[in-house]
């Protein structure tokens, strides 16, 4: 795969518009079209469709996006991370959108060192960065092996069906859920979708696919659809938000035993913990 038509599209996708990102790029607008229909021919995929006189993305081109858009920064960044100092002045948390919003005033008020980065990740890609030093500890309930990675369970939390009081029947056996478009692989709970429903073992009807968390919030608050997420989560949310719009919980189809997630702390192996890791494992102790 060529890595140039890669980073021409990523632009192309940040940028909105090939007039845009051929001026960023400093080609000629056929010569982009051109290279991402060459994209597409070498994946077998349609990444962009018309809208009007411009082009968007399709979810196979947003899917695309996201797993490529890391892998083609760490290629841009081989020479400046070898030839980089090994030593960092930030200590670096990753994890995915569940942990780095409505878990970020938790764990600012229990993690007393100063400088904090926080990346955001889906499962397999927060291992990988582990892995290769990129990240310094993770937070997942999600957990995907990964050679020289370990998990250490620091708390349970409990999952749950929620949606806005009286916007569905709680004896409909087929309500419609808004779902996490990334998907998940490689997990030991054969689990393939970001909020950790066991759609293999409990089928549930797709209305609604976003990549934001806020998305699938706000969704739900509309009384449009229903969202598997922790109940932290939720109760955080209601916090801020006015009453009419506060989610409640409905039936869930998963036994309530299942549906209490482990949610780890993921290093190196070999690697003592220190008391940034300590700070964290208190932080989420208190959810």
């Keep these: 795969m060529d890595i140039d038509r890669v980073r021409y599209f990523c632009i192309f996708s940040k940028a909105g518009s090939i007039t845009q990102a051929s001026e960023i790029l400093k080609i000629s607008q056929p010569a982009l079209s051109k290279a991402i229909k060459l994209l597409e021919s070498e994946t077998g995929l349609r990444l962009t469709q018309r809208e009007g006189r411009g082009l968007i993305l399709t979810e196979a081109g947003i899917r695309f996006l996201q797993t490529v858009e890391p892998l083609l920064n760490s290629w841009l960044n081989i020479g400046k991370d070898i030839t980089q100092p090994t030593v960092n002045e930030h200590f670096r948390i990753g994890s995915f959108e569940v942990f780095t919003t409505y878990f970020l005033s938790v764990l600012l008020k229990n993690y007393p060192f100063g400088s904090l980065v926080l990346q955001e990740f889906v499962p397999g890609q927060l291992e990988k960065s582990i892995e290769q030093k990129r990240t310094d500890a993770g937070i997942t309930y999600l957990p995907i092996p990964t050679p020289r990675v370990v998990f250490k369970e620091a708390t349970k939390i409990t999952m749950g069906v929620f949606g806005i009081k009286g916007a569905f029947d709680a004896q409909k056996a087929d309500p419609p859920f ?10 030991p709970s054969k689990v393939v979708g ?4 066991p759609d293999h073992e409990f089928p549930r009807k797709f209305a609604y696919r976003v990549v934001l968390m806020q998305s699938a919030i706000e969704i739900c608050s509309q009384g449009l659809a229903l969202v598997y997420l922790p109940d932290f989560v939720v109760n955080l949310y209601n916090q801020k938000a006015a009453p009419k719009y506060h989610l409640v919980q409905y039936p869930c189809a998963i036994p309530e035993k299942q549906r209490r997630q482990s949610v780890y702390i993921v290093h190196r192996q070999g690697e003592k913990e220190g008391p940034e890791i300590r700070a964290i494992a208190k932080a989420l102790r208190s959810l």
């Design 194 to 197: 970001l909020d950790g429903w």
């Design 178 to 187: 808004v779902v996490p478009l990334a998907p998940v692989e490689g997990t």
